[in-house]
């Protein structure tokens, strides 16, 4: 407020013109905004003035200011029209029998004018329209729908109310484009890490001074457990930035998995170097996170990088997340080396690639437990990793799965030659084209006769000895 007095009275009391470049650089510094745009503001200030002190209702002036003798120069802006583009009285009771009302001329943007404002018909006002016979013999070069530059006498005497008006010009203004500048310089650093203060602390969000906005920390974003208090310094995630009417909004997070990974490229600068690569990193904010790195230099070991000696750097990451577990792992092209080193600190003995995106992972039987975790957490994030579907199981588990497929194998089998053996029996049957009861019963009685002749031949047999 104080630099923008310091303008007005630069501009409407003749004060020297190194103080009004001084003003101007000094509202540059201040506020972050260019030098240009800053003229530019002055520039419409001074118009506003001009047309509250000098002008007419409807009509359209712009200034130009010189910043280096800081001489402002006025022009007033018509449309040149012909007769096609002209509301005729007819057309207008019509339209306004029909309920339209008409847009008044002066309440229309001036530096937001349309294309399609430029084809409509209008009503015709001499203070912003001109016809073009008579546009013509000021430019013979203008068209139709070209806008005409009339210059207007200079003016330095303004009264307290020109001054008043541009005063409320330059604030709008500058606030204007203040906003538009923090807007844009935040969109540019979304995904980026910002240092905040806690400056309000509600039940679902929590409001952070990062400079020159405050941001929201909304609940969702939130680390679960953690607390917030006045004037506490935390680091932050830039999730998104929005526009809204009370100016940019900037989402904070730090539960986003992409944090911890920010965080371990401010602690270990081969990250930012492209020696080391985050390939990929799963996390369930709290409680525990992995990351899987790779090298990309010969000689340099990814999983040391990170950790940091005595583990200094791994410490730093763990601390900023209030005590978080960080398993750091090396990532593999190979899935079946990838999957076995996301289960650790589990030991894995084998892995299966099954179909459907799923492999089936053998531990022993006493490191069962350490590689599903707690509630299951462990393989749950080597899942959410690797982006397999992962099975474990136990070595003996195994084996008598093994010898339990076998057994049913058997079983099958044996059940299968079964029932074709029935088959083939019934087939015989039916090609002797006879029941299967009559050729049961016919079976019977010739087994009786065979009974009887070796029971006569063992009788004869006995009469010839004696």
């Known amino acids: 407020m104080h630099l923008v007095r310091g303008l007005i009275r630069t501009m409407f009391f003749n004060m020297n013109l190194k103080d009004f470049k001084s003003a101007i650089l000094q509202l540059a510094e201040e506020r972050g905004i260019e030098k240009q745009k800053i003229l530019e503001t002055i520039e419409a200030a001074l118009a506003a003035a001009y047309k509250k002190e000098y002008g007419k209702k409807g009509q359209k002036i712009i200034a130009k200011l ?122 540019k650093r979304e995904g980026e890490i910002v240092s905040g203060i806690v400056q309000r602390v509600e039940p679902n969000n929590v409001y952070f001074d990062i400079g020159k906005v405050l941001a929201v920390l909304p609940q969702e974003e939130q680390i679960p457990g953690e607390f917030y208090k006045l004037g506490q310094r935390f680091k932050l995630y830039i999730l998104k930035v929005e526009k809204s009417p009370r100016g940019p909004m900037v989402f904070l997070s730090r539960a986003f998995p992409k944090f911890v990974s920010k965080l371990f490229e401010v602690e270990v600068p081969e990250i930012p170097a492209g020696q080391v690569v985050i390939k990929a990193i799963a996390r369930e904010p709290g409680s525990r996170t992995k990351m899987a790195v790779q090298s990309k230099t010969e000689g340099i070991d990814p999983i040391g990088s990170a950790v940091g000696q005595r583990g200094t750097r791994v410490v730093a990451v763990i601390n900023e997340l209030g005590g978080e577990k960080i398993d750091i792992i090396e990532y593999n092209d190979d899935p079946v080396k990838f999957i076995s080193n996301a289960l650790s600190p589990a030991k894995v003995l084998e892995v299966k690639i099954l179909e459907k995106n799923k492999a089936l992972c053998f531990v022993p039987e006493d490191q069962l437990s350490l590689a599903i975790g707690k509630e299951g957490q462990n393989v749950r994030l080597a899942a959410k990793l690797t982006g397999w579907k992962i099975d474990v199981c136990s070595s003996e588990e195994s084996g008598k799965k093994e010898q339990d497929q076998k057994k049913s194998e058997k079983k099958e089998n044996k059940k299968n030659l079964e029932e074709q053996t029935s088959v083939r029996d019934a087939g015989v049957a039916i090609d002797s084209k006879d029941s299967p009861e009559e050729t049961i019963e016919s079976k019977k009685p010739i087994k009786k006769v065979k009974k009887e002749k070796n029971a006569n031949k063992t009788k004869k047999t006995t009469k010839s000895k004696s």
């Open 66 to 187: 010189d910043s280096e003798t800081g001489e402002p120069k006025f022009w007033q802006i018509k449309r040149v029209l012909d007769e096609s583009l002209i509301l005729t009285e007819e057309e207008i009771e019509k339209l306004k029998a029909e309920g339209l009302e008409f847009e008044r001329e002066e309440d229309v943007a001036e530096d937001k004018e349309t294309a399609e404002d430029k084809e409509k018909k209008v009503r015709f006002n001499p203070e912003r329209h001109i016809m073009i016979d008579e546009a013509k013999k000021i430019n013979p070069n203008i068209k139709v729908r070209d806008d005409l530059e009339m210059a207007l006498e200079t003016k330095e005497d303004f009264g307290r109310i020109a001054a008043q008006t541009a005063k409320q010009v330059i604030l709008q203004r500058v606030k204007e484009i203040e906003r538009d500048t923090v807007l844009e310089e935040y969109q």
